[in-house]
């Protein structure tokens, strides 16, 4: 009897013990589960925010809330590589982040630089007792483990992402991986957004060589260009239009005489009164301008603002006699900048006009030559006209970040 009571009781306590092991082992599983789908909701949430190229400080900022959360992490440090031999902190997260943005690395040096030169994501523990790391100057020294990985693309080295434990916690295998997982991503943005700012200074050179070379061309429209794109933006802006509207006005005004590079010097250059012959092929300009502009992909949208921007507003303009609304608002406000400046700055056959002088002549072509709507804006907006021409225009307007949303 006592031995079959035995047996039941080896018997129970081996059940209770599977039991436990079970749970246990379900509970781990679910933990599991649980931190593999928080992992795949975060790289969903990430990859989603990739498309800002442009904001990689949120990018970052999104990516640590991210790694904190996995891997219990205190510190998180982007390290620019300065293409020569240098990491740079760049974006930094944690306690110590002041004295971190102050530090340096060299490649090769300290855990971070020796993850540069290596190529291959790292970690080390007990990192404070460890010959390789190198202790952040002004902070205590204390128990603490570091994991890198370096940020590469087609094998060209950006940065290294650091991620600092402190308090003796340690870092895993599982960490690592996952670590990598959201460098990798973090590596295609910024290779992604290095590759926008070199396409984006490429089109600013194309501009300001485009521009100088009509410039170059016709003595009298020594940066006009630049005033005519202001005024443009100015008038555009006070008409409430939207954004893509004024960056057409802007781009507009400064692309509108592009056209004159395929028109002789002789011509635009000339100083005795102009022929009929002569100003038909001068007439010529919109249209050649509009070819150009056409064949450029990124400028495409501004094409018809330079076609139409010697339309007038009762149809006797050129080059197709469109008039009122068939003219694009865009070409309707560029050829009022355009005649504000010709006034003011004077051409060979009719000399300078001050800005008072000129207002008046607006007023006495607006509803023929002008959209009444715009010169009603030009005279709302004189003292901003005016500033165009007491500040000198540098190119630095085509910085701008505005010149891109519609483009
Ligand atoms: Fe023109
Ligand atoms: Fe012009």
Redesign the pocket.
């Given at each position: 009897m006592n031995s079959i009571l035995t047996i039941i009781s080896v018997l129970l306590v081996l059940s209770i013990g599977l039991l436990v092991y079970t749970v246990l082992k379900l509970r781990e599983a679910n933990l599991k589960i649980a931190k593999q789908t928080l992992i795949l909701n975060s790289v969903q949430k990430l990859s989603r925010k990739m498309y800002q190229l442009e904001n990689r400080e949120f990018f970052f900022t999104e990516m640590w809330s991210i790694l904190k959360q996995i891997t219990d992490a205190n510190e998180f440090t982007y390290f620019k590589f300065d293409g020569i031999d240098a990491l740079i902190p760049e974006f930094v997260e944690g306690i110590y982040k002041e004295q971190i943005l102050k530090s340096r690395l060299k490649i090769g040096e300290g855990f971070s630089g020796k993850v540069a030169l290596d190529k291959t994501p790292q970690y080390l523990n007990g990192a404070n007792k460890s010959s390789i790391a190198k202790h952040v100057p002004g902070t205590p020294n204390e128990d603490s483990a570091l994991l890198a990985a370096p940020v590469i693309f087609n094998s060209e080295l950006y940065g290294v992402i650091l991620l600092t434990k402190l308090g003796g916690k340690s870092f895993n295998k599982e960490e690592l991986n996952i670590t990598e997982i959201f460098v990798n991503m973090a590596s295609s943005l910024i290779a992604g957004s290095r590759l926008v700012s070199t396409i984006k200074s490429g089109f600013i050179d194309m501009l300001k060589t485009l521009i100088t070379a009509v410039e170059l061309k016709d003595t009298y429209t020594a940066g006009h260009s630049l005033r005519v794109s202001r005024i443009s933006e100015i008038i555009a802006k006070n008409m409430g239009l939207p954004k893509n509207e004024v960056t057409k006005c802007k781009i507009g005004g400064l692309l509108?005489?592009i056209g004159?590079i395929g028109i002789s010097e002789e011509i635009l250059k000339k100083d005795t009164p102009i022929t009929q012959d002569l100003l038909t092929e001068i007439f010529r300009?919109?249209e050649l301008g509009y070819r150009l502009i056409k064949k450029l992909k990124t400028l495409e949208g501004v094409s018809e603002t330079v076609l139409y921007?010697?339309e007038w507003y009762n149809g006797r303009g050129y080059p197709k006699g469109l008039k009122d609304g068939q003219i694009p608002i865009s070409s309707r406000i560029v050829h009022v900048a355009?005649a504000i400046d010709a006034m003011v700055s004077g051409r060979p056959h009719s000399k300078k006009k001050t800005l008072d002088e000129t207002f008046s002549e607006l007023v006495d072509f607006s509803g023929t030559q002008f959209d009444p709507k715009v010169v009603q804006t030009v005279l709302n907006s004189k003292d901003e006209v005016k500033s165009v021409y007491a500040e000198e225009i540098k190119e630095t307007i085509l910085d701008d970040e505005e010149l891109f949303e519609v483009l």
């Open positions: 509108h005489d004159k300009h919109p921007h010697h355009d």
